[in-house]
């Protein structure tokens, strides 16, 4: 339940009294209306901005009307103190027993608190980390990964039907380097000295294994083959055995794909003749010149003609190419045919997580996507900035051309799954983001999520010492007792600011799914955590407020509750990171 649509609810009817008396218009545009926690938790529970957004419409000032509207609120009963401030924004603080009631929503949901009925089975497609399958995964590619895997799980939170893609792009030049790589590989398996890779192939020994398998499938009959047949028998041997390592490599990061999507099928099944045709039957498509991109001039350019795309009538700035001098296509082509597959397919909603070097692509992304489906999708491009990887405060530096790259699996096999997931999500994806192997084991508050695991540990551990208490021996401590437990025995300002915090979370998933930022989640949990860390120190220093007291079940009961709904949440938001809650630190 987001208990700010019951807040919603309680405004609007309070504004629909003020209309059925008169005193404002029956017709009057209510949509621009907002309610939501203030900035400030000292001015109170719920804030809204009623009396701003209606007194021009309404012909009033908008104290005034915040008078108005202030006291229709305070007749409602549901708020101890209704309050204007400012310019007219209306403050309300709610009873403590509407807080201390709703926890027991929470023990009912469980894990499922949180979900929402936003989506309502749309379908959405999240394309996302897509990375060229000449190696295993590094570092760099982490990050897109991790954001795209908890973007839909997010998205599923709230929802909408998901469906995760792979794009392969196994159609580039990089693919025919790939190719020459592993037979030089497959070369060595047969005995020959190759010496130094020679420049412009991949020296990895990732490919080893591929040279040794081509040599044990065929023998030396490669050598004596035809080049277009064995370039072929290569490079598809090399692309499978690429996303084999990929798969395992998000497989060690809890990741898996339902779709993996050929970029050569594409090419192989005309689709791409197909799709621009379509859009030269639209006049979308023309021969013309270009003018000299910027940092050029006339004299430096040469002006020839091109299979352009209009894509200046959907918002780029500039038209774009869809075949290169040579007649192959350019990247934008397939591209554009792959995501009317998409749109075929019936994604009406589609989400693509690049890394950053992809942001001159987005404006033509989205033409090409309003212009194949006329309007019909809707593309969200998510750029995912550089992680700059850290050991003893230097960073590493990495080269995948020349070999000494840190792949996926070497930083989750050092540090973990669950650090990994959660420290790329520690920052918006739009923003750079340091990872420092020392900080993300660090025990303490400076790495957020031993902080978060560290509150959902500690929940278990006063649950199992309540379990294990003399004093508590045959009472019942389930859910469901627990839940039916005197609540209104939290009445500590540290307890009834836990609650408030974890009511926040239905809310907190909503605004998170609908603006694409699964980061949100992770920052929640961290101040959530925080409240929980904050009520246990204070019970540290004063014995009353501690969970446990012998002598005072209700108390006792109604604490156990409390704790136990925050560790529902806890959890809860860390499935959306892809993070156990584990339940005992180690």
């Known amino acids: 339940m987001n208990i700010f649509r019951h807040f919603e609810e309680i405004v609007s009817d309070a504004l629909a009294g003020l209309q059925s008396a008169g005193t404002l218009a029956a017709d009057l545009d209510l949509s621009r209306v907002a309610v939501e926690p203030p900035r400030d938790p000292s001015h109170g529970d719920i804030s809204t901005n009623a009396a701003m957004v209606l007194s021009k419409p309404a012909g009033m000032k908008p104290r005034d009307l915040a008078d108005l509207i202030s006291t229709a609120l305070d007749a409602s009963g549901h708020f101890t103190d209704v309050s204007v401030a400012g310019p007219g924004f209306i403050n309300m603080t709610v009873r403590d027993t509407f807080w201390q009631t709703r926890l027991a929503d929470v023990l009912a949901a469980r894990t499922s608190y949180g979900v929402s009925e936003m989506g309502t089975g749309q379908k959405v497609n999240v394309e996302y980390v897509s990375a060229n399958p000449t190696g295993p995964m590094h570092v760099g590619h982490t990050r897109g990964a991790v954001f795209g895997d908890a973007l839909a799980n997010l998205l599923e939170k709230a929802s909408f039907d998901v469906c995760r893609e792979y794009y392969i792009n196994d159609a580039g030049g990089q693919i025919a380097v790939l190719a020459d790589s592993a037979f030089l590989r497959y070369r060595e398996a047969l005995g020959e000295d190759i010496g130094s890779i020679p420049e412009g192939l991949y020296p990895g020994d990732y490919l080893v294994p591929v040279g040794r398998a081509l040599a044990a499938d065929h023998g030396d009959a490669l050598l004596a083959m035809d080049e277009t047949a064995r370039h072929d028998i290569v490079r598809s041997a090399s692309v499978d055995a690429m996303m084999d390592l990929i798969r395992g490599d998000l497989d060690a990061l809890g990741i898996k794909h339902e779709v993996f999507f050929s970029e050569r099928a594409l090419h192989q099944s005309g689709k791409i003749e197909t799709t621009l045709k379509q859009l030269e039957n639209k006049d979308l498509i023309y021969v013309g010149v270009l003018e000299p991109p910027k940092g050029k001039t006339p004299d430096d350019w040469e002006a020839t003609p091109q299979t352009l795309f209009r894509s200046t009538n959907f918002g780029d700035d500039v038209d774009r190419a869809l075949k290169k001098s040579d007649g192959n296509w350019t990247y934008f082509a397939p591209d554009i045919a792959y995501h009317l597959d998409k749109y075929e397919r019936g994604y009406t909603h589609l989400i693509v997580v690049w890394g950053a070097d992809h942001g001159g692509s987005v404006k033509r992304m989205k033409s090409a996507v309003a212009a194949v489906s006329e309007g019909g999708a809707d593309l969200d491009v998510k750029i995912c900035q550089l992680v700059r990887l850290m050991r003893d405060g230097e960073p590493i530096k990495m080269s995948k051309r020349s070999g000494t790259f840190v792949t996926l699996r070497d930083v989750v096999e050092e540090v973990g799954k669950d650090a990994v997931r959660f420290m790329m999500l520690n920052r918006k994806n739009d923003a750079p983001l340091d990872f420092d192997f020392a900080k993300v084991t660090e025990q303490s508050k400076d790495n957020p999520v031993f902080y978060v695991q560290y509150a959902h540990a500690r929940i278990h551990s006063v649950l199992r010492n309540a379990a294990a208490d003399d004093a508590l021996k045959g009472v019942d401590i389930g859910d469901t007792a627990l839940a039916a437990a005197?609540?209104?025995?939290?009445?500590?300002?540290?307890?009834?600011?836990?609650?408030?915090?974890?009511?926040?979370f239905p809310r907190m998933i909503e605004a998170a799914a609908e603006a694409h930022e699964p980061h949100r989640i992770a920052f929640y949990l961290f101040e959530l955590a925080s409240s929980f860390h904050a009520l246990w120190n204070k019970g540290k220093d004063n014995p009353a407020l501690r969970?446990?007291?012998?002598?005072?079940?209700?108390?006792?009961?109604?604490?156990l509750a409390l704790i136990r709904a925050t560790g529902y949440v806890i959890a809860s938001g860390l499935e959306v990171l892809g993070v156990e809650p584990i339940e005992e630190m180690r």
Do not use: N, V, W, Y
């Open 486 to 504: 005197d609540l209104s025995c939290l009445r500590d300002e540290a307890e009834l600011g836990l609650i408030k915090h974890m009511l926040q």
């Open 547 to 559: 969970f446990i007291l012998p002598d005072q079940r209700d108390a006792t009961l109604a604490r």
